[in-house]
């Protein structure tokens, strides 16, 4: 059986964006993030604060901390937690973990390093330093296209024996990588689609669920199609994938999060501004987003609201 702390992140987390103001430091706009919040909390499973999608890189620590306890305080829902805390400096990971005020946290999502490329013993000493001197469970993140490393099945495997690795969040876009880790995996250890895209696939095969990109916007429908695939309802499940399979496409077209904002902006929760050297979406992608939207006369809302051709969303 799987451990309180590793039911927690069965099902549909998601990777919040942090919603900036559109001024010349482009500040954190708090009470959007509030919105969101709220707004995801009706339906998915866990939070997923200062991740890739976050724009944590650009994030200064106070910034980091300040979205943290935020989360952390706006939470009626009672969502678990899990906060990114990755660097390309080992070293500098740990410090983080040990000065940064973890109240609330039920894990920690840390990323392969990044730009040094180490080699798959390097993966191993990284992940091992950090859960060794982590206060709370690691969830590790294999995301070659940021990167620029591959985490390897066998690596994973390896590391899936520390008993403070709980987990991995899988986005190498392998399936058949994806496929050996459930295989060979410990019973417990959590299996994680990095992909929206990919979810149901994994599923089928042994993944707990995924940490979307898509349901900042879409939480109800990808939700819905998660909890489908647990009842092994899979043609059930990809019906509202295949609705959003272009929608989300759309998403990654100019980067992430350039494209999950723009579309947030689309449905009234947070503004489309993104920090250097990321740039907002462009018209070209509004255009094909309203279009898309429109064809789909999707429900995003429980209030159901509908996208017209402005933009503007009215009941």
Excluded at 218 to 230: C, G, K, N, Q, Y
Aim: glycine share 6%; net charge neutral; charged share 25%.
């Amino acid at each position: 059986m799987a451990s309180d702390i590793q039911r927690l992140f069965y099902g549909t987390g998601v990777a919040l964006v942090t919603p900036f103001k559109d001024d010349k430091r482009k500040s954190i706009d708090f009470e959007q993030f509030k919105k969101l919040l709220d707004y995801t909390g009706k339906y998915v499973d866990y939070w997923v604060v200062n991740g890739t999608t976050a724009e944590s890189p650009t994030l200064t620590q106070e910034e980091r901390n300040e979205l943290l306890r935020t989360a952390v305080t706006h939470n009626s829902t009672k969502r678990p937690i899990m906060f990114g805390v990755g660097r390309n400096s080992t070293e500098e990971t740990i410090e983080a973990l040990q000065t940064i005020d973890l109240t609330g946290v039920d894990a920690i999502l840390t990323v392969s390093p990044y730009y040094n490329k180490p080699s798959q013993r390097g993966l191993i000493a990284h992940y091992t330093a950090i859960a060794d001197a982590s206060p709370k469970p690691i969830v590790m993140y294999n995301v070659p296209g940021r990167t620029g490393t591959n985490m390897e099945a066998e690596t994973t495997l390896r590391l899936a024996e520390h008993p403070n690795i709980i987990g991995i969040k899988e986005a190498s876009g392998n399936l058949m990588q994806a496929m050996k880790i459930a295989k060979d995996k410990p019973k417990d250890f959590l299996l994680i689609s990095g992909d929206d895209l990919f979810t149901i696939p994994m599923m089928s095969f042994g993944a707990v669920g995924v940490i979307s990109v898509a349901a900042n916007a879409f939480p109800l429908e990808i939700s819905r199609s998660v909890r489908a695939a647990f009842r092994h309802q899979f043609q059930e499940a990809m019906k509202d994938m295949f609705a959003l399979y272009e929608i989300i496409n759309l998403l990654f077209a100019e980067g992430n999060p350039v494209g999950i904002k723009l579309l947030l902006e689309i449905l009234g929760l947070c503004s489309k501004e993104v920090r250097l050297p990321l740039v907002a979406g462009s018209d070209k992608l509004l255009e094909k987003m309203l279009a898309n939207l429109e064809e789909l006369k999707l429900v995003c809302y429980s209030e159901r609201l509908r996208v017209s051709k402005t933009g503007q969303w009215s009941e």
